[in-house]
């Protein structure tokens, strides 16, 4: 029996196929290259076909497959709300891959989820009951464990704390992502840098900003002293609400910003709940950027057991 995890992101498609104790048989990644709406879809259901076609020819039948996307999975109505992919308001993902996967069971849930399920299985979070995984990229999510369950609210939503307000006064630029994600994803990093050095090209990414934090540059090193305060924040918020063993950095930016992960700490002690703080670890991922494809490959097997 072999389980296949698809992840989903803002710019690529991850697949991998698993055996039943999560060893990584084969693993894939290919570019979405500007597409939008269904298809994205035809890209997803030609890469799973690729994937079941493999799995048969090596004697590993596909029992299970699972899917992280990057936004809100609605699970009873099987669609899909992603807001980095173009025409992704309610896709119909369930029925879309349905059409490639047949009798095949298709779990569907968001990026956090598999992150933070990732890292249950096979992560820095193997073990725990509540953990969190911050994942900061293009956006910020967070994937939140308690009593060995993910929290998922009452409409699939929890956990979209890139709108967690952590700035006043309110501006009218957090109406599209949240005054964390605006400040502090890896988009965020970009934007801070503009608004602080007028000139600043479009352009100018997170990875910019590092190479320039790495220079000593000052105004990239006040961009960073700023992130350090909102991720320090943020994750202070976390701790006071949820008591986490654990709070694992992921995504894109960490990356570059692992270094910076005492530095958030030192930061969180200020505002969290005093006793609350001195029970949890800082960790970055231990998955390699692989926590959803890994995640999702959870979600696979969860359906089965």
Same mark, same amino acid.
């Given at each position: 029996?072999?389980?296949?995890?698809?992840?989903?992101?803002?710019?690529?498609?991850?697949?991998?196929?698993?055996?039943?104790?999560?060893?990584?048989?084969?693993?894939?990644?290919?570019?979405?290259?500007?597409?939008?709406?269904?298809?994205?879809?035809?890209?997803?259901?030609?890469?799973?076909?690729?994937?079941?076609?493999?799995?048969?020819?090596?004697?590993?039948?596909?029992?299970?497959?699972?899917?992280?996307?990057?936004?809100?999975?609605?699970?009873?109505?099987?669609?899909?709300?992603?807001?980095?992919?173009?025409?992704?308001?309610?896709?119909?993902?369930?029925?879309?891959?349905?059409?490639?996967?047949?009798?095949?069971?298709?779990?569907?849930?968001?990026?956090?989820?598999?992150?933070?399920?990732?890292? !249950?299985?096979?992560?820095?979070?193997?073990?725990?009951?509540?953990?969190? +995984?911050? *994942?900061? $990229?293009?956006?910020?999510? @967070? &994937?939140?464990?308690?009593?060995?369950?993910?929290?998922?609210?009452?409409?699939?939503?929890?956990?979209?704390?890139?709108?967690?307000?952590?700035?006043?006064?309110?501006?009218?630029?957090?109406?599209?992502?949240?005054?964390?994600?605006?400040?502090?994803?890896?988009?965020?990093?970009?934007?801070?840098?503009?608004?602080?050095?007028?000139?600043?090209?479009?352009?100018?990414?997170?990875?910019?900003?590092?190479?320039?934090?790495?220079?000593?540059?000052?105004?990239?090193?006040?961009?960073?002293?700023?992130?350090?305060?909102?991720?320090?924040?943020?994750?202070?918020?976390?701790?006071?609400?949820?008591?986490?063993?654990?709070?694992?950095?992921?995504?894109?930016?960490?990356?570059?910003?692992?270094?910076?992960?005492?530095?958030?700490?030192?930061?969180? !002690?200020?505002?969290?709940?005093?006793?609350?703080?001195?029970?949890?670890? +800082?960790? *970055?991922? $231990?998955?390699?950027?692989? @926590? &959803?494809?890994?995640?999702?490959?959870?979600?696979?097997?969860?359906?089965?057991?």
């Amino acid at each position: 029996m072999a389980l296949l995890g698809v992840d989903l992101g803002g710019t690529k498609l991850a697949l991998a196929l698993f055996s039943d104790d999560g060893t990584i048989l084969k693993i894939r990644s290919v570019p979405l290259e500007e597409r939008e709406g269904a298809d994205v879809g035809i890209l997803i259901n030609e890469q799973i076909s690729e994937m079941l076609h493999y799995a048969e020819n090596t004697g590993n039948r596909i029992a299970s497959v699972g899917i992280s996307v990057p936004g809100i999975s609605h699970t009873a109505r099987g669609t899909v709300w992603a807001p980095n992919i173009k025409g992704w308001e309610d896709f119909p993902l369930l029925a879309e891959v349905s059409i490639v996967t047949g009798i095949i069971p298709v779990t569907i849930d968001s990026d956090r989820a598999c992150y933070i399920l990732g890292e !249950v299985w096979k992560g820095n979070a193997h073990g725990c009951r509540d953990a969190i +995984f911050l *994942a900061v $990229g293009t956006g910020i999510g @967070a &994937g939140i464990l308690i009593n060995g369950e993910v929290l998922r609210g009452s409409h699939d939503i929890a956990g979209a704390i890139g709108w967690m307000a952590l700035d006043r006064p309110f501006k009218q630029e957090y109406t599209g992502c949240g005054c964390f994600e605006y400040h502090a994803s890896g988009a965020g990093l970009g934007k801070v840098a503009r608004d602080i050095l007028k000139g600043v090209p479009d352009q100018f990414t997170s990875r910019d900003v590092f190479d320039a934090y790495n220079k000593r540059d000052p105004i990239a090193m006040e961009v960073i002293r700023q992130c350090v305060e909102f991720w320090g924040m943020a994750a202070a918020n976390l701790v006071s609400l949820f008591n986490p063993e654990k709070i694992i950095f992921g995504g894109g930016v960490f990356g570059p910003a692992i270094p910076l992960i005492p530095a958030i700490r030192e930061e969180a !002690v200020k505002w969290a709940q005093p006793v609350s703080i001195n029970q949890v670890t +800082f960790e *970055a991922s $231990g998955l390699s950027g692989d @926590a &959803g494809v890994i995640g999702a490959g959870y979600l696979a097997l969860k359906k089965l057991v």
